[in-house]
């Protein structure tokens, strides 16, 4: 009786380790791809004083800034904001900013990226307008 009941205890520990092997693996959720620049579109005028060796720097509370991780995705995003009226049509550019998104961004209540700190600008993109 006590072979049979051991027998028994053996089976259902190997049924047990068996099934957790066989259980489903929990894998964290993929991360967003890497931005390993930051673009931002401001007022074209900039150019003029990153140009003269002046410090630029964005500030949030002065306005909101757009973030993107390609310029194209800056130009596009500024070309449907003139185009819509949400921004006056005129001189802007897109601008690469210090830092990296996972510092810099804040999530909107539209869900886009804006930047949550004063940053500089590092340089201006040359484009094709």
Known sequence: MKSRALSGILLALLL???AGKNAPEE??????????????????????DIAGGADVV???????????????????ALNSAVAAGRLPAGDWRIYRVEGQLDDL???SATGQYTLKRMAPIVDWVTENI
């Open 16 to 18: 047990a380790a068996c």
């Open 27 to 48: 894998r964290p959720a993929p991360q967003p791809a890497p931005c390993p620049f930051v673009y931002v579109y401001a007022p074209g005028n900039y150019i003029v």
């Open 58 to 76: 964005l500030d949030p509370s002065a306005q909101d800034f757009p973030l993107f991780c390609a310029p194209d995705e800056a130009r596009e």
């Open 105 to 107: 961004a804040q999530k």
